[in-house]
């Protein structure tokens, strides 16, 4: 367990967004999806007793101009305060461009939501985390 979870965190529900950016992927890369899916393991080794999944955007290229319905809606949630850590196999899966990643990551921020990938926790409270999640999506 990570000494960043706290009750209040473990107190909302997680959310694990899950994406391929193809419909080719999503039938061709069924590993993948599996490794994806299987991150809601992950969340209830570290504490969360509620993991809702998100995968409405499933098979939508997060470079063009498609609507990513459940990344709306991720976004919705924990802004409204609902959610403890949005969790993905990698955080690149979350963000388009670099606008769309700061906003993330200020939402998160403020309202102390945790991002969780399969290496860490981040908080991104800690200016360690806005750094190294800012190289990782850079380098994305």
Known sequence: MSDKILPHHLSRKAVLYVRQSSPFQVA???E???LQYAMRDRLRVLGWSEVEVIDEDLGRSAAGCDRRVGFERMVAE????RVGAVAALEVSRFARNSREWQQLVEMCRVVDTLLIDQ???YSLRQG????LLGLKSSMS
């Open 28 to 30: 061709n890369n069924t």
């Open 32 to 34: 993948g999806q599996a």
């Open 78 to 81: 924990f802004c409204l305060g």
């Open 119 to 121: 290496e860490a926790v």
């Open 128 to 131: 360690n985390d806005r750094l």
